[in-house]
């Protein structure tokens, strides 16, 4: 996988509703200015559409992580001279719930790994009103999160993910956010 996509991480032992085991997969190129796609799906309810609770995709890139910050367009985070945290950029943002609750906070965390460094944001929603019923994600079993991950060649984007809040080794609920970090931390780029 690291030669394909440009970064390699380990997967846990999981398997779908359709029985197979849970791995990634990717598309194009991060060479030449182009971009990897790699994604996980790892849906579970037959019945169930794709969404944000569904599947992971990270969109890798052979640009640095301080470049990809500073640019203006598709990055998930922007970083302004001086400031020692970046901010989510706005096409980014889930913004509201689908019932139109809006995001009342949002954290942006630096985590590391072993040829990384990079931000977590978490956003958390306001508590549904009237007779909507918010779409699980958007609940606080969920926690819905954007990550950018890079060095001084590459960078890795995902723009959000709802993972289950509480630890869990099956994915009949979802893909728990611990797993998703223990996974993210396995992460490595084929350049440094």
């Known amino acids: 996988m690291e030669e394909q996509c440009g970064m390699s991480m380990r997967t846990p032992d999981l398997k779908r509703v359709d029985e197979q085991a849970i791995r990634f997969g990717c598309s194009g190129s991060y060479k030449s200015g182009g971009y990897t796609v790699i994604n996980m799906d790892f849906q579970y ?19 640095g992580i301080e470049k990809k910050t500073a640019a203006e367009e598709d990055s998930v ?13 706005p096409g980014s943002a889930y913004q509201e719930s689908n019932c139109g609750d809006p995001v009342t906070k949002t954290d942006v965390t630096p985590i590391q790994g072993s040829n990384w460094h990079g931000w977590i944001a978490e956003e958390t929603f306001a508590k549904a009103r009237g007779s909507c019923r918010p779409a699980k994600e958007y609940t606080s079993r969920y ?6 991950v890079g060095n001084d060649k590459m960078t890795a984007q995902l723009d959000g993910v709802c993972l289950l809040r509480k630890r869990e080794l099956s994915l009949e609920n979802g893909f728990s956010y611990d797993l998703f970090m223990d996974l993210l931390k396995t992460l490595r780029f084929k350049e440094q």
């Open 45 to 63: 309810d037959r019945n169930f559409e794709l969404s944000g609770g569904a599947r992971i995709n990270f969109v890798v890139e052979g640009v």
């Open 77 to 89: 985070f922007r970083l302004k001279p001086g400031d020692n945290l970046p901010t989510l950029a």
């Open 143 to 148: 926690r819905c999160v954007h990550v950018m």
